[in-house]
């Protein structure tokens, strides 16, 4: 496994290579395990005749690593971007109260955490979603990752904050209860700007390694006895 190139080559035994159901058993195996598979190219010739190809789990070779870190910040700035488009008005709504001084009847005052719930849950749904799918996969193997965190912080204050506004709207006499929508939609909102920070820095970072890559010699001289060819 190369770290810095993203690339992993797979050697295994030429009688046992099925290239068709092993290609797609170890696309399967790679993305259980909680990592994306770009592609997975076989070479024509293998450099053992005893073993079959090798497998190199990797883009296409027309991307480069830059290319897909871009497109990797890409992605979390559109993300982050819809998560604050909808965390303002989730703040604005569920705040405003203490913050304006807004007065309102028991019936429009639930309708309004009922909109901030909705607004919360497209919120997880869209810019947190991620941060959940990548946290069951770290679970199915006993693992933990930053993304558990993040997931369980806000899937904890927006399940709390769910039961709470259920109990207010079923009059079972509990009185008034807090609610955290707005902590569940900035934590996923916040780290995943961070996200984005860090994919760019990455790919500025790629830029240069794969300028450094396209610096190797073509050619190359090499003494031979008292010769050199």
Sequence with gaps: VNLATERALIQVPR???????????????IEDSGYDVGSISVPE??????S?????SKASPPETIGARRAAEARLWRQRWMLGLGLTLPIMALQMGPHWWGWHLEAGPDLGRLWVVLYLTALVL????????TQAIKAARHGASTMDTL???????AFGYSSIALGLQCSG?????????FDAAAMIVTLISVGK???ARAKGQASEALDRLLTMHAEEATVRRGEAWV
């Design 196 to 198: 984005w920070l860090e």
């Design 150 to 156: 993040v997931a369980l912080g806000a899937g904890v």
């Design 125 to 132: 749904s869209t810019t947190g979603r991620s941060f959940f």
């Design 172 to 180: 079972a006499g509990v009185g008034v209860l807090e609610v955290y």
């Design 45 to 50: 010739e293998a450099s053992n005749a005893s």
């Design 15 to 29: 009688s046992a290579f099925d290239r068709d159901h092993d290609l797609e058993a170890l696309r399967e195996a």
């Design 52 to 56: 079959a190809p090798m497998a190199s």
